[in-house]
C-alpha cells in the first residue's frame, strides 16, 4: 500500500523492507473489495492479516453452526413428540428390524411403553444429529 498521510484503511505499521516509513494496513474489507491493496505488504503483515481472516471465519462459522442448533431445537419444539415403532427407526437409521430389537436397550431415545418397544422421535433426531457432528 502507498506510504499514506492518512490513517483511513487500519493500523500505521513499520516497514520491514529496506524503505523507510509507515504503511497503512488495509482492512479486510478492502482486501475482498480490492485484491491489489496487498501488493506493498510483507510476508509478516500478509501472514497477521491471514490470520485474521481465519479466526473471522472461524467465528462466523461458529455462529452459523448456533444459529442452525438454535432452528432445529425451535422446529422441534413446535412439532409434538411422536414415538415411533421399531421399523421405523431401523429405516431411519439404516439398519435392520432385528438391530433395533437387539440394541433397544442402549438407545436413549427408547422409551418403555409395556412390553412394546418404542422411540421418541425428538430423541431419535438428536440421536443422529450427534453422531453427524452438528
Request: no cysteine.
Amino acid at each position: 500500500m502507498r506510504n499514506m498521510a492518512s490513517t483511513k484503511g487500519g493500523a500505521r505499521v513499520p516497514r520491514r523492507s529496506e524503505v523507510a516509513g509507515l504503511f497503512v494496513v488495509p482492512k479486510l474489507e478492502e482486501v475482498a473489495v480490492d485484491g491489489g491493496a496487498t501488493e506493498a505488504l510483507d510476508a509478516h503483515t500478509t501472514d497477521l492479516l491471514e490470520t485474521t481472516a481465519i479466526a473471522a471465519l472461524s467465528a462466523l462459522h461458529k455462529r452459523k453452526l448456533t444459529l442452525a442448533a438454535e432452528a432445529g431445537l425451535a422446529s422441534q419444539a413446535r412439532r409434538p413428540d411422536r414415538l415411533l415403532k421399531a421399523k421405523e427407526v431401523a429405516e431411519r437409521l439404516g439398519m435392520g428390524i432385528d438391530w433395533v430389537y437387539h440394541n433397544q436397550l442402549k438407545l436413549p431415545f427408547r422409551v418403555r411403553l409395556g412390553t412394546v418397544p418404542r422411540f421418541s422421535e425428538h430423541g431419535l433426531d438428536d440421536f443422529i444429529r450427534k453422531r453427524q457432528g452438528t
